[in-house]
């Protein structure tokens, strides 16, 4: 027999086997089918679960807030933002006066405060220099 | 939704819908997908215990991927024709301890396990001779003779080329008869 006949011929036969083959699939059990069931349900369950929520360290808050306040040193450092905040407002409705005027008050209650721990002879000392 | 709605709907929007949480999606794809996967894993393996076992391995898989399935991409029959074929592959190439390339074109005494075979059943008979090819031989031949695919979805799932699968196809159908041969008056295929 020639080589292409033979191939011809074991073609044919190949597919007589192939059709046999198809014809009696492996089919799976029932218990099976019930397994692969549950785990797709199973699966599908965790899709639809709540999400976890991250955990929040106490006293820290998630987001721009809570890195704000983080940054200038929680509700403490707000507090003397504001405070500042305030004088500062004070400050510019008395006018530069005043402001002089504290300050040299405050600077002459220095000076006077300073003269007074000082003995006599000290202040002579002090002026001569 | 019933499942009776679902008939019509396509493989790939049912595993959307899976995805969004549609339990009527997980039953008709639980029916869809899990005969063919047992069955193709069956074809590849030899052993029914293994083949549920794998199945159920790609099937997971496939539950996993829902929602990130890009659609439009791949089929989903082909997605997992694939991931059922190449694990079968990786478990048959650690049942014979040698890389596929390794692999023997037709080990010797590949006939003669056919020849064992007690009675004449012809399906048996080709699950014997599938068991004696090389896995990729083995996995070329199921997709296209057994699963019916054409050659550019044996190529999709098996990430090759068309000339590649015609290839392994070829050979692989020459070793069966080679092996089948000694089978074939015996079973009733034979000469007229």
New interface residues.
């Given amino acids: 027999m020639a080589m292409t006949e033979m191939r011809k011929d074991d073609d044919t036969a190949l597919d007589l086997f192939f059709a046999e083959a198809r014809q009696s699939a492996p089919e799976p059990s029932a218990v099976f089918l019930g397994r692969i069931l549950a785990q797709a349900e199973g699966v599908q369950a965790g899709f639809c679960a709540t999400p976890v929520q991250p955990a929040v360290r106490r006293g820290v808050r998630a987001g721009g807030l809570g890195m704000l306040l983080a940054l200038l040193g929680g509700w403490g450092g707000i507090g003397g933002m504001a405070t500042a905040a305030v004088a500062g407002v004070w400050i510019g409705f008395a006018g530069s006066d005043t402001v002089a005027q504290v300050a040299g008050y405050a600077m002459t209650t220095e000076t006077a405060t300073a003269s007074a721990l000082l003995a006599d002879g000290d202040i002579l000392a002090l002026a001569a220099e | 939704m019933a499942l009776d709605a679902l008939d019509d709907v396509s493989d790939e929007t049912l595993l959307v819908l ?4 549609d ?1 009527a999606a ?2 008709m ?3 869809r997908m ?2 063919l996967a ?2 193709v894993a ?2 590849m393996l030899g052993d ?1 215990a293994e ?2 076992d794998l ?2 391995e790609a ?2 898989r496939l ?2 991927i ?2 990130e399935w890009r659609t439009g991409e791949a089929k989903v029959t082909t997605w997992l024709y694939r991931v059922v074929t190449n694990l079968a592959t990786d478990r048959l190439r650690r049942r014979r301890g040698i890389g596929l390339d390794e692999a023997p074109e037709l080990p010797d005494g590949a006939a003669s396990a056919v020849e064992q075979m007690i009675d004449g059943d ?2 048996a ?3 014997a ?1 599938l068991a004696q090819l090389p896995a990729r031989q083995r996995q070329a031949v199921v997709l296209r ?2 699963e ?1 695919l054409s050659n550019p979805e044996i190529s999709a799932a098996m990430e090759i080329g068309v000339e590649a699968v015609e290839s392994l196809t070829a050979r692989g ?2 070793a ?2 080679a092996i ?2 000694g089978r ?1 008056e015996e079973l009733g ?1 034979g ?1 007229d």
Avoid: D, S, V
């Avoid at chain 2, 899976?18 to 949480?21: K, P, Q, R």
């Fill in positions: 899976y995805g969004n949480g339990r997980a039953r794809l639980t029916l899990g005969p047992f069955r069956q074809r029914r083949a549920e199945a159920q099937l997971l539950w996993k829902a929602p012809r399906a008979a080709l699950e001779a003779h057994l019916g159908k020459r069966l008869a089948l041969a074939r295929y000469h």
